[in-house]
Nanobody, 123 residues
Framework: QVQLVESGGGLVQAGGSLRLSCAAS????????MGWFRQAPGKEREFVAG????????YYADSVKGRFTISRDDAKNSVFLQMNSLKPEDTADYYC????????????????WGQGTQVTVSS
């Protein structure tokens, strides 16, 4: 497994941008599909964005399409989530996670999780 540490969360006004980063330990990072998830109080965890290990296939939740972009830098063992045009409903704890499965679009295949970073969008 890899150890994951998120950063970059904070307070931003609606319409603003944030860039979340997730640093991974381990030498096999490039083999992992990576995902960003979020969980707001009282709500289920939502799969926000994901990227296959090769970077040639991505997933975005309908709620963030056109606003969020996932990217990865395998040389730096990192994955990023660029969040633009933020809305109050984007307020949540954001987590990055890693999956070795070919069915990486299935949340249950993500076995390594970070501790989360909080994003608050004010109206």
């Amino acid at each position: 497994q890899v150890q994951l540490v998120e950063s970059g969360g904070g307070l931003v006004q609606a319409g603003g941008s944030l860039r979340l980063s997730c640093a991974a330990s381990g030498r096999t990072f490039s083999r992992y599909a990576m995902g960003w998830f979020r969980q707001a109080p009282g709500k289920e965890r939502e799969f926000v964005a994901g990227m296959r290990w090769s970077g040639d296939n991505t997933y975005y939740a309908d709620s963030v399409k056109g606003r969020f972009t996932i990217s990865r830098d395998d040389a730096k063992n990192s994955v990023f989530l660029q969040m633009n045009s933020l809305k109050p409903e984007d307020t949540a704890d954001y987590y990055c996670a890693a999956s070795l499965s070919s069915r990486w679009y299935d949340i249950t295949t993500f076995t390594s999780w970070g501790q989360g970073t909080q994003v608050t969008v004010s109206s």
